[in-house]
Every structure is written in C-alpha cells, then in structure tokens.
C-alpha cells in the first residue's frame, strides 16, 4: 500500500524567502503526483500535476519535481509571499480503483510579512 | 463553468439521523469520488463512480451509500450517522480514471452530536 509522507509538518519563514518543500513515497509505480494548496476551512486547489513520465512542472513561482526512483516529489515556492500562506498537499495517484489519490498529510506554510 | 459544488457547507446531526451531502459538477467529467478528512488522518477515498451507473468503494466505505444516476450528480448518503462521521468530507472530479487533475469541491463539515 503506497504510503505519502511530507516533511516538514509546518515551516515559517519572513516573505521573500524561496523554499522547499519535501513530499516522499514508498512505491514507484504511479501515475501521477499531484500538488494542492488549502487555506483554512476551504477545499483543496491543485497547483501542479506531473505525470510519471515527467520530472518537473512550473507554474509562476512554482516549480514542482520529480524523481520517481528516489520516491520523492519538491515543491519550490519562490520569492514567498504571506499570501502563499496555506497548507500544502501531495498526493499520489497509483492509477485509480479504490486507492484513489493517496495523500500525505500535508505541511502547514506561514510566511511572516 | 460552477466546477464542483457541494452543499450544505455545515451540518450538525444526531447519532442516529440519516442525510445525503450533495455533489455536482457543470466539466461533464465521469470519474467522481469523495473523501474524508480528519485530523492527523489526511484524506481519505470513502466511493467513487468511474461513469454513470456505476460506483465502487473506496478505502473506508462503511456507513456511507453513494449513487450515480447522471454524470453531473454524485450523493453522498449517511443512512445513520454515528460520531466517528464527524468530519470535513470533500468531493472531486476528473475527465477520466486516466492520469489527470482531480477537481476538488469546498467541502461539508458534519457535526454528528
């Protein structure tokens, strides 16, 4: 059973700061990673899906990686903003059926004006 | 386009009493699911529907129906809620069961007293 872990479990950093943000997992054979932000009380917004033939994706300020071998997915944020503030998901898909999308438990960001 | 929608936003329950937390989406997507998040658990797949017609479970099925009479609509039924249902349930969608982005909708917190 594919298991997601992210670390760290929250970050603070001042604005401005670039950052990284690790998501792991224990089976390789997926097809996509798939990353989400969540503000609080609110539903997931994806911000970046890499297929598995993949090893990066960008979008604005966001740059997202891949290394299927390793097990492990980074998420790069770029010059941080307080409105980057939010909890960001990873989750895998493994191809459907009733694993659906195999989330980590995600990692809570603030970034301090 | 709406994209996923979900109603009611809240809802506050007695052990016992029976609801349907309502899904639908305007992208003309077939795959449907819905998931549960609770704290420290992360997300986690409760149904879903590859098309029309057609449901299966997920990881953590027990206490929950779902039916699928038309691609726009997805219900989530509780016959009889019990505490451990408390949580924020989250609806999503996608084209296909293929490798594509999941559309997630705002979610219903369910009291269940």
């Known amino acids: 059973k594919q298991e997601v872990t992210q670390i760290p479990a929250a970050l603070s950093v001042p604005e401005g700061e670039n950052l990284v943000l690790n998501c792991s997992f224990t089976?390789?054979?997926?097809?996509?990673l798939q990353w989400f932000r969540q503000d609080p009380g609110k539903g997931l917004t994806s911000l970046l899906l890499?297929?598995?033939?993949?090893r990066e994706q960008t979008s604005g300020r966001l740059n997202a990686s891949l290394d299927k071998s390793s097990g492990r997915s980074t998420l790069y944020i770029a010059a941080s903003q307080p409105g980057d503030s939010a909890t960001y998901l990873c989750?895998?898909?493994?191809?459907?059926?009733?694993?659906?999308?195999?989330f980590g438990k995600g990692t809570h960001l603030i970034i301090q004006p | 386009n709406a994209g996923v929608t979900q109603t009611p936003k809240f809802q506050v329950l007695k052990t016992g009493q029976s609801m349907t937390l309502q899904c639908a989406q305007d992208?003309?997507?077939?795959?449907m699911s819905w998931y549960r998040q609770d704290p420290g658990m992360g997300l986690r797949l409760i149904h879903y529907?590859?098309?029309?017609?057609?449901?299966d479970q997920g990881e953590v099925p027990n206490g929950y129906n779902v039916s699928r009479s038309t691609t726009e609509d997805f219900p989530l039924r509780l016959l009889s809620a019990a505490p451990s249902q408390t949580s924020v349930y989250f609806c999503?969608?996608?084209?296909?069961?293929?490798?594509?982005?999941?559309?997630f909708g705002p979610g219903t917190r369910l009291l269940v007293l």
């Open positions: 529907s590859v098309g029309a017609g057609i449901t």
């Open positions: 992208m003309n997507h077939e795959y």
């Open positions: 989750a895998i898909w493994g191809g459907g059926g009733a694993d659906g999308l195999t």
């Open positions: 999503a969608s996608s084209y296909s069961q293929s490798a594509e982005t999941q559309y």
């Open positions: 890499i297929q598995s033939s993949q």
């Open positions: 089976d390789s054979a997926i097809y996509n």
